[in-house]
Each structure stands twice: as C-alpha cells, then as structure tokens.
C-alpha cells in the first residue's frame, strides 16, 4: 500500500505543480490584486490533481471513497492555502504598522490554517470510511511542513536572479518531487496505521 500511495501522491504533486511554477514566475512583477487570484488557481489546479491521484491510489483500500469529494475538496484547501501563504508580503507595510502581538497572533493563527487545511479537508470525506479518521489532519500538516522545509532548502540555494524560465521551473518541479516524496512518505505511513484493521496488522 505504502508504495502505490507514494507513487501517486508523487506524480500528482509534481504534475500538479506544473500550474504554480509557470503561472508563479509569469505573475512574479504583477500587482498582489492580480497575483494572488492567479496563484490560487493554480494551487488549486495542483490541489485537484494531488487529491485525484491520492483518491486513485486509496481506492482498493477504501472502495466506498467518494473521489471527487476527496480531490475537490483538496482542491479548496491547496487554494486557501496559496492565499495564506502570500498574504504577508501583499500586506507588506501594514504588517510592520501594525501591533506586533496582532502580527505574531495572526501569524501562527495562519500557520496553522494554512498547514492543516488540506488534511482537514480531506478528513471531510476520510471520516465516512475510516475510525480516528482526525489523526489525519495533524499528519498532513506535519508531512507539509516537512515537504515545505524540503522545497525550500533545495529550490532557494538554486534559484537566483536572470536565470532563464526553463531553469526556473526545473528547479521548481525537482523541488516539488522532494517536497511531493517526504510528505507521501510521512502521510503513507500513517495511513497504513490508519488502515490498519483490529489487530494491528496492515491490510494488504
């Protein structure tokens, strides 16, 4: 089960991240009104193609998995996601006039909305099916924190000012195959406990 859930999770997120890293370079110099929407569509589009392949890979395990519901509503999450994670530098200047304990207090607040949105969308459909199906919200945010950590300790030190398009995305799509096998890693060996019928053996 661990591998197959790896091996999809894994060409889902990195053909998914396809969107995010051409529309992200081509709105680079754009204002944050324009910016913004386009990368949360994009995080989306990744969002669907990551959920669709995980519902794909679940599927054998968990036949009565409502895969649309599951892949839609990853879909959602990737994009409210996007729009966390950029809402800091959009509001630039009014972060630095503002309280620092409202800073502070909004930023972890955002953090973990950000981290957990995805797991707990797809608990959403999971709780149907599975017993202790919430476990899965802390995992995914665990797994995406350490896949983010991945993605940026390899696409920084590479990416740099002048470099081409086709580098940039390169750079980009290998940094999503780190980010896409620690966090399918981490989230696959959870889901094989999760799955795991009484008596603690993993279903096959």
Known sequence: ???????????????????PAVLGMVSAAWSPAEAIPTMMAAGAVEGLLVGGAQAHALAPFVPALRSTRFAVGT??????????????????????EAPRALVVLAGLLGGIVLLGCIGAAQWLELRRHVDRAWTWIATTAAAWLLGLAAFLLIAMPLWHPGQGSAAIVAIGLVAAGAMATTVAIVTGWALRRLLAP???????
């Open 1 to 19: 089960m661990l591998g197959r859930w790896v091996r999809w999770t894994v060409a889902g997120e990195v053909l998914g991240f396809v969107a």
């Open 75 to 96: 879909s959602l999450a990737a994009a409210l996601a996007y729009l966390l994670g950029m809402l800091p530098s959009a509001l630039g200047p009014r972060l630095v």
């Open 198 to 204: 009484r008596g603690g053996k993993s279903r096959p």
